[in-house]
C-alpha cells in the first residue's frame, strides 16, 4: 500500500511540474497574449452577433461595437423562443 501510495504522489507532482511548465511556456512565447481572440473562434460570425437576453446593456453595446448588429436568436439559440 505504501508503494501505491508513493507512485501516486510521484506521478501527481510529476504532471502538476508539467502543466506549470507548459504554461509557464506558453506565457513566454506570446500564447497567451490575445486571449480574448482566441475565445471568440470557437463562435461562428452569427454566434457572436445574436442577442442574449442575461446580458447587461453595457456588454450588448460592446458586443454590438466589436462583431456588428446584435440578430434575435431562432429557437433554440442562445434563449430564442
Request: charged share 25%.
Amino acid at each position: 500500500m505504501l508503494y501505491a501510495s508513493v507512485f501516486i504522489l510521484a506521478f501527481t507532482i510529476v504532471l502538476g511540474v508539467v502543466g506549470a511548465g507548459l504554461l509557464v511556456w506558453a506565457a513566454r512565447t506570446g500564447q497567451l497574449r490575445r486571449i480574448n481572440e482566441q475565445a471568440w473562434l470557437a463562435l461562428d460570425e452569427r454566434d457572436r452577433r445574436l442577442e442574449r437576453p442575461w446580458e447587461s446593456e453595457q456588454a450588448k453595446a460592446e458586443r454590438a461595437r466589436a462583431h456588428g448588429a446584435l440578430v434575435a436568436p431562432r429557437p433554440g439559440e442562445w434563449g430564442g423562443q
